[in-house]
C-alpha cells in the first residue's frame, strides 16, 4: 500500500523560501509519475509540478522559475523547493502518484489522474 506523508509546511511572507518534503511508501518506484498539488477552500486542487522516472518535469506557469521539484531516491522523498513566496501561494499543498503505467504530458497536472495523496500540509503566505 502506498503512503504519503508531507511536511515543511508554514507561515512564512512574501518573499521567503519554504521546502516541502513527501515521504513516500514502500519508495519511489511504486509510480512513474509523481506531482505536488495544493488547493484553497471551495476551489478546485491545482496542478503545481510534476516529475517523472526520468527526472522530467512540468510546471504550472504561476510557479515557474519559483518552485522546483526534485525527488531523492536514496530517502525516498519528493521535493517541492519554493521561492520567492506571495500571498497567492497560499493553500494546503499535497503530494501525489499515479498508478498508470503512462501519462500524457497534458495529464500530468491533472489531479484526476492520480491515485495516492497525502494528508497536505499548510503553507501561509502574509503580505
Known amino acids: 500500500q502506498v503512503q504519503l506523508v508531507e511536511s515543511g509546511g508554514g507561515s512564512v511572507t512574501t518573499g521567503v523560501s519554504l521546502r516541502l518534503s513527501c515521504s513516500a511508501s514502500?519508495?519511489?518506484?511504486?509510480?512513474?509519475?509523481w506531482g505536488w498539488f495544493r488547493q484553497v477552500a471551495d476551489k478546485e486542487r491545482e496542478g503545481v509540478a510534476h516529475?517523472?522516472?526520468?527526472?522530467?518535469?512540468t510546471y504550472a506557469d504561476s510557479v515557474k522559475d519559483r518552485f522546483t521539484i526534485t525527488k531523492d531516491n536514496a530517502k525516498n522523498t519528493l521535493i517541492l523547493q519554493m521561492n520567492n513566496l506571495t500571498p497567492e501561494d497560499t493553500a494546503t499543498y499535497y503530494c501525489a502518484a499515479t498508478s498508470r503505467a503512462a501519462l500524457g504530458w497534458w495529464a500530468r497536472l491533472m489531479a484526476r489522474w492520480y491515485d495516492y495523496w497525502g494528508q497536505g500540509t499548510q503553507v501561509t503566505v502574509s503580505s
Open positions: 514502500p519508495n519511489l518506484g511504486v509510480s512513474r509519475f
Open positions: 516529475i517523472d522516472s526520468e527526472a522530467r518535469t
